[in-house]
Every structure is written in C-alpha cells, then in structure tokens.
C-alpha cells in the first residue's frame, strides 16, 4: 500500500488548502480533476489496491478545508460507487468508472453554472445597483448575462477582508464591462440604500436553508432585512449539505491570524488575540431566494433539494446512518 | 491666505487621518492659536473656518471653535498679543474641560461593566479606552472585542494600547461582528457627533454593529460628552458625512493592476437612536431621546447660537 500520491494530486490539494483555489465550486471541480488525474496515474494491476489508493486521496482531499460541503460532495459523488461496489473488478475497470464520475461533475458543474446566470438573470432589472461580497463565479454569471442582454448594472463589491477577494470579483465585471464600485466591509449599511438586491455565493446550505458563506454575509443579510432590500444566494445545488439534515452542525473553520494583521503586530502584542473566522451562518428568514440550477427557490425548500438529488429514502437513510453512529 | 503648513492641517483633519475627534479637535484648536499668533486674527479666522468645513461632523470641533471664536471676536479691537493670549487661554480651559468630561464619562460607564463581561468596540475613541482603564484598575476582569475598522484601521491602534494597558484583547475584521455578537455582553461605541434626536455619527461601522448588537440584544453604550452634542441640528442641519482617505483601499487595487475600480468609502456613519441604549457624558447617562434636552441645557431654547460662519467672516473681513 506504499503508492504515492501523484504530485499534480498533492499539488491542488494544497492549493485548496492554502486557498489558492477558492470558492465553493471552483474547490468542488477542483476535487474531481484530482481525483480523475490520480486514478489515470495509477501505475499498478491491483484493483483492490487501487480502491485504497483513491480512498487515500479521497481523504486527503477532505481534510483541506472543513466548512465547504462542495467537497465532500463532489468526492463523494466521484468515488461513492467505487467505494460503495460490493467488489472490483479490473484496474482498468475501477478506473474508468472514476474517470467517467469526475468528468460527468465536472460536466454537471459548468451547466449548473451556465443555469445560473440564465435564471438568476431574469431576476436583474435594467438599471439595478446589485451588491455583492467576496468572490462568487455563480454571481458573477449572473451580472455578466444580466449586462449581455443589455441590462444596465452596476455592482457594489466588497472589499471582503482580510482577503480581499472583492477585488477578484472587481476584476472579473471590469474586464466584463460592468461598472464595479469597491467598497469597505463596514460602509455596507451607509449604502444600503442605494441597492436594490444583494447577491452572494454560498459556500454551503444548510437542510434548514440556512447558507454558510464568506463572514461578513450573514451581517449583509441583516442590513439588507432591516432596509427591505431582497437578498439572493446563487449556488449549484451541489453545495446543499446532507450532512446537516442529522443535525450535524457546520464547522466554523478559523484561519490564521497572519491573514488579518502582519506577524511583527503579532509579536508586538503577545497577549492579544485575532479571531478569524472564515465564514458565518445566514438564517434562512433572512433570504429572499436560493438561486440554483434547478430554479429559484425559497430557503425552506431546501430540504425539497436534497431530497430531489439523494431521493427520499436516500435523505432519510443519510439522517438515521448517523443516528446509528451516534448509537 | 493660510500658509502651506497650516493647508496640509486642513487636510489631515478633512481625511480623518487623525482618528479620534477629541485628538482631531486638540490639533485643530492648536492650528488656530499658531496661525493667530502668527498671522493675525483674518489667518486665524480663515483657518478656523476651513478646518471646521472641512470636518463639519465633529461637533466637538465646532463646539470648541465657536466658543475661542467668541472669545476672539469679543476683544478684537485690543493688540494682537493679548488677543493671542486670551485665544491660547480658552484653549486651554477647553481642553482642560475635554480631559475632566473624559474622565466623568468613563465614571459614570464604568459602573455599567460588571465582572467578566465581554465588550466590543471599534475605532479608536479616547472615551472608550479610559473606561476600560477604570475597569482594570477596579481590578475587575474584562474581555475586549475590537474591530479593525477599515477604511484606516485605527482599531490596530485601540487594540495595540488596550493590550499595553494589560486588557485581554480579540481583534475581529469588520465583517466578523454579527459572527462575534453572540459572546458579547456590551458594545461601547463613541461619537463624532450626537444629533438632536440622539442619532450617533461615529466611524463608519459602528451603525451595523449597532444593528448585529440589537437583533442580539446586546446593549449598546456610547460614551461621550456633552461637548459633542449638535446644537445645529436641531434648527433642521444635516450632518453631512465626508469620504475617508481611501489612499490605501486603492493603493492596494493599483498594485493589482485594478486602477480603474472606483472607491466609495465613506469616513462615518450614523446609528439611530433605536439601537442606543444609552448616551454617557459628564451629567450622566441618558436615553437617546434625551439629548434634546441636553441641547437644550447647553444653548438655550431655542438655541441661540453664535451663527459660526458669519462671525468667522466678518473677522476675516476686518483682517489684522
């Protein structure tokens, strides 16, 4: 069982890691092309061997990043046959039912995606102000046909500290034509009124509709409830987490101080402490929508999504598997 | 003419690169006693009249230069060294007055702070770090929350001194407050300036801390003085709020090549009475409502006021 993991694999797991690759989708296809170039690089004849060795590099993608539930999502769905398969049967077998898994996520990635900014444009009207946080390509999508059928936008991007992934986003409508406004994290409720619908990614939905996405989102959401101002999320609905529905709560990942203030400021002040949390939890009384491939839907339907993709009994399985583990 | 020294004065004060407005208030009142003594009383009223345009939120600042402009204006037939002199006393009574208000404020809020409360606050506010100060002295144990609060950042500041001070310090990035809010027991905000109908202009930010604060039911206390309170708007002005200095917002979108991203930042915001608790000063703490009252007190009913840009004009006119 001493096969390495090919470096190419080693290399976009840390890239997810260490948040060269992010956003939800993007770590999502990223996961499945690791897991297409590893079973193609497997150099042995045993096919029971090979089942360890993509569970190994299943695993090691899952540990990257804790709260972004396209991940487990997309290697479940990529290596769940194979792993679930009662027996293996040729390498040569096993490995094309993964490849063939990878390139169909992948496939279904960029439709869902092309939906997306088909659907959630309809809902821009020409001359809207659209605020946005972070960096979500299923928003951009939706901005950029939103402009191509000629809808006149202008979009308020966030900074989005401590990464600034505001100005990815600044750059993408720039160069797509759309007059692009940064603005600073704390001046969103001073220009509130100036917009007329808030739209962000998610990075994951919770059974209960509730959207783990960027920090900052939930605060925006807030804002956007006090003022009467819609607020959508756009996200594929592999995003929605099965997990959630056993009551399993999304982990919170926090990153490192060094993201917020420089190391000198840190060992300035020994005894003061930076929290930086990467995400927080919007309630889904506060969304106006779930922009998804599949349609606009109300957060509380998000159950109706999960069950849609992993069917009722699989939903139902999902809740009491982890009743049984508990037990 | 104001001299080119005194010119970048304006603008260190117009861009809030002096972040508490007492310090903010302190610098500019030391401007005009410098362009009095040595350009006359037209320098002196030309710069006082500049300075306070160009930050009209600070009501401290306004407060402050009408009261040495009185003081000019009532001896100004008398030679100018004495008239300097008159000028560098009030300033000095009204610091004096800005330091005894800082320390009854934190008095009376520091009663409000029980043993092992966590507190979050953002900006840096001279007000808000002497309270924290009595606390510790009390040896009473206390956690403090601080935004970074950009566009500036001044909350590196208030963290860095609270930490010196020995206080046990969380510094959050703005966005994570409604994150935090859940483990806060009191937010302790400061002002620009307090309106009429208790509205609080402070650093922009603090309104949506006030919002995560309220949906959280956490109070909110602003720890201020009376100084600071806004007699004009009660006569219907509007608080107009400037833009910050966003140098390094778009420093950082130009080493990105981002040049042609525009940059709204506004320097303020305001927080409705609403979300308020309270309102502490030197006279005590009061409902947001109250500060009509309070206005009220200061400057009469209806307030009579010394109509600061006319006065200031007409000493500019006579010159000297």
Not at chain 1, 162 to 179: C, I, K, Y
Not at chain 1, 180 to 195: A, E, F, G, Q
Not at chain 1, 212 to 238: C, M, P
Request: proline fraction near 5%.
């Amino acid at each position: 069982m001493g096969l390495a993991v090919p470096e190419e694999v080693a290399r976009i797991a840390s890239d997810i890691r260490e948040m060269r690759v992010r956003g939800a989708g993007r770590i999502a296809k990223a996961a499945a092309t690791a897991l297409m170039v590893a079973a193609e690089r497997y150099p042995g004849s045993d096919a029971r061997e090979f089942r360890e060795y993509i569970r190994r590099v299943a695993e090691l993608l899952l540990k990257t990043r804790p709260t972004a539930v396209s991940l487990p999502n997309a290697v479940s769905y990529v290596v769940g046959p194979l792993l679930r398969a009662p027996h293996v049967g040729s390498v040569e077998e096993a490995r094309r039912l993964v490849v063939e898994r990878a390139s169909s996520f992948i496939r279904y990635a960029d439709e869902a995606l092309e939906r997306i900014a088909e659907i959630g444009s309809r809902l821009v009207r020409d001359g809207d102000v659209v605020l946005t946080h972070c960096n979500s390509l299923a928003v951009v999508s939706i901005i950029k046909r939103a402009a191509q059928r000629g809808k006149r936008v202008s979009v308020y991007a966030t900074e989005t500290r401590p990464l600034f992934q505001g100005h990815v986003t600044a750059r993408m409508l720039l160069e797509a034509g759309v007059d692009v406004t940064l603005i600073p994290d704390s001046s969103v409720r001073s220009l509130i009124r100036r917009v007329d619908k808030v739209i962000v990614g998610a990075d994951a939905v919770a059974a209960n509709g509730a959207v783990v996405n960027k920090i900052g989102t939930s605060l925006i959401a807030l804002i956007a409830r006090e003022h009467g101002v819609d607020f959508y999320v756009a996200t594929e609905t592999y995003k929605f987490s099965p997990f959630t529905l056993s009551g399993e709560p999304v982990v919170i990942e926090e990153r490192p101080p060094t993201e917020v203030v420089p190391q000198e400021f840190l060992d300035k002040h020994p005894r003061l402490r930076v929290l930086n949390p990467s995400f927080d939890v919007t309630p889904p009384g506060y969304i106006t929508g779930i922009i998804t491939e599949v349609g606009v839907i109300p957060p509380s339907a998000a159950l109706l999504v999960l069950e849609e993709i992993y069917g009722r009994e699989g939903v139902r399985e999902q809740a009491s598997v982890a009743v049984d583990e508990e037990a | 003419m104001v001299r080119p020294e005194l010119e970048e004065a304006v603008e260190r004060v117009r861009t809030g690169r002096i972040a508490s407005s007492t310090e903010a208030t302190f610098f500019a009142l030391d401007k005009m006693l410098q362009a009095l003594a040595e350009g006359g009383v037209g320098e002196f009223a030309e710069l006082a009249l500049r300075l306070t345009r160009a930050r009209p939120t600070s009501a401290l600042l306004v407060n402050a230069t009408r009261e040495l402009v009185r003081e000019v204006a009532e001896h100004r037939g008398e030679p100018l060294e004495e008239i300097a002199e008159r000028a560098r006393r009030k300033v000095e009574e009204l610091k004096g007055r800005i330091r005894s208000a800082i320390e009854a404020s934190a008095a009376v809020a520091e009663r409000r702070i029980e043993p092992g409360d966590t507190l979050l606050t953002t900006s840096y506010s001279l007000f808000v770090k002497q309270v924290v100060r009595n606390v510790l002295e009390r040896g009473r144990d206390v956690r403090v929350v601080v935004t970074e609060s950009r566009p500036g950042g001044e909350g590196l500041r208030m963290a860095s001194e609270l930490s010196s001070m020995g206080c046990d310090v969380t510094l959050v990035v703005d966005s994570a407050v409604r994150y935090v809010m859940k483990g806060v027991d009191k937010v302790l905000l400061s002002a620009e300036c307090v309106t009429a109908n208790g509205a609080v202009v402070n650093k922009v930010g603090s309104s949506q801390i006030a919002l995560a604060a309220h949906e959280a039911r956490v109070r909110v206390f602003v720890v201020t003085t009376s100084m600071k309170f806004s007699p004009e708007t009660v006569v219907g002005e509007l608080v107009e709020i400037p833009e910050a200095d966003a140098s390094e917002v778009r420093e950082l979108l130009r080493k990105k090549g981002l040049e042609g991203v525009k940059v709204k930042a506004p320097l303020f915001d305001v927080t409705p009475p609403e979300y308020i608790d309270a309102i502490i000063t030197e006279r005590g703490l009061m409902a947001p409502s109250f500060a009509m009252m309070a206005v009220r007190d200061l400057y009469g009913w209806p307030p009579k006021l010394l109509p600061l840009e006319e006065a200031l004009r007409e000493l500019m006119k006579g010159g000297g």
